[in-house]
């Protein structure tokens, strides 16, 4: 539904909502004619049903819920865009947000901080992470669709070039060391950690993971959730689990020296360490630990290589990038990953030793095999599986 002009229409009641309303009827529903419409407040709950149900059919990753000024909206995060849906009385949306707390365990009557929470799954199979911040028209909230069956990526499905997967292949072939992931929220860094830690699992060896929150479950795998907004911290946790025997261990991300110390601490102990770091370039996380604090000699000892990534939207196959219902008439359908793959050899190990700069370290590891996120851009476009455009987009 195209945004529309409500600042006459705030005393529309928010009970003029209810589960009769189908996605084609949702769409074109109006303001103006919603006195016709009472339920009661079933009608929010049944709405926010209707609206994560919507999301869940449509491939969204996260919904927004936003106040403003005069109006509140309802964004879908499809494909890594941003999408407007419908437009909203204030209240209606203060309405859902309050769903959406009683749903996630939170506190109703505190407006004015943060809050962190989680929907588990019900009857959409999926688990929402809950994130709720004050602005100063009101509250917005965000919703990350999480956890199903549809979310679950095979590592042989990441989107690897046929290069880029054999190199991956060869990095998590090591039994012993830190592997980094590393790219810009929501690059799919998580995605290509939990491919890598499935193909990795079996009963022979003994997985522990750190995170905040936990996202994606495996079975087999122990998966220990930090609470960081209650001020836990990581690194007590990685001295604990140490003391169980781990043969890998995947900490969710390397966020101050303290954690990144303990990670490479840990590798340098015997056991492969999996984790991410928000940087730009496979190259661009080793100048990053060095900027943490850590000794040079002890990263170019520990680390064992670096996958960097971005994520592109695909040209859908039915149309072509024409648009039909299938991609929503976007011209796209899905996502697939740009990466880059960094192995440190002994050689780029010795320039990390002598703290040689960025550009000295990326213009070795290309001459070693190393694919740049753009030249796998390229390859991609040149298979017609995404445009020159998205990859400008991206990187």
């Not at 996260?62 to 407007?84: A, C, P, Q, S, W």
């Not at 971005?310 to 648009?323: D, F, N, S």
Request: charged share 25%; glycine share 6%; aromatic share 4%.
């Amino acid at each position: 539904m195209p945004e529309k002009n409500c600042k006459n229409q705030q005393q529309v009641n928010i009970d003029y909502f209810s589960s009769s309303m189908s996605h084609k009827e949702r769409t074109n529903f109006s303001l103006a004619e919603s006195s016709q419409i009472k339920n009661g407040n079933q009608g929010i709950s049944n709405y926010l049903n209707s609206l994560l149900q919507e999301a869940i059919e449509t491939r969204t990753s996260d919904i927004h819920l936003e106040t403003g000024l005069e109006v509140g909206r309802i964004r879908f995060r499809i494909d890594g865009v941003m999408k407007i849906k419908y437009s909203y009385p204030i209240n209606m949306i203060k309405s859902l947000i309050s769903r959406i707390k009683i749903l996630s365990d939170l506190d109703i009557t505190i407006t004015n901080k943060l809050q962190e929470g989680a929907i588990l799954a019900s009857q959409f199979d999926q688990d929402i992470r809950v994130s709720i911040i004050p602005t100063i028209h009101g509250e917005n909230a965000v919703l990350r669709i999480l956890s199903g069956k549809n979310k679950f990526v095979k590592f042989e499905n990441l989107g690897f070039s046929e290069i880029n997967y054999k190199l991956a292949n060869r990095l998590f072939s090591v039994n012993q060391g830190l592997i980094l992931l590393c790219g810009p929220t929501g690059s799919g860094k998580t995605t290509t950690l939990f491919a890598a830690l499935d193909n990795l699992n079996s009963n022979s060896v003994n997985i522990i993971t750190l995170e905040d929150p936990v996202e994606l479950r495996i079975p087999g795998i122990n998966q220990i959730q930090v609470n960081t907004a209650a001020g836990e911290k990581f690194t007590p946790y990685l001295r604990a689990i140490l003391r169980h025997d781990p043969d890998i261990i995947m900490v969710g991300e390397l966020r101050d020296e303290e954690t990144a110390s303990m990670a490479v601490r840990a590798a340098m102990t015997g056991h492969l360490v999996l984790s991410t770091l928000h940087t730009t370039s496979a190259v661009g996380a080793v100048i990053r630990l060095l900027e943490m604090g850590l000794p040079a000699f002890l990263i170019a000892d520990t680390v064992r290589g670096v996958i960097a990534q971005r994520l592109v939207r695909c040209l859908c196959q039915l149309c072509k990038g024409k648009g039909c219902d299938s991609c929503n008439e976007t011209g796209f359908f899905k996502r697939t990953a740009l990466q880059e793959v960094l192995l440190l050899d002994t050689e780029i190990a010795k320039m990390i030793q002598r703290k040689e700069s960025k550009e000295c370290l990326e213009k070795k590891a290309l001459e070693r095999g190393m694919i740049s996120l753009l030249r796998d851009g390229e390859i991609k476009v040149a298979k017609g599986l995404t445009t020159p455009a998205e990859i400008r987009r991206v990187i």
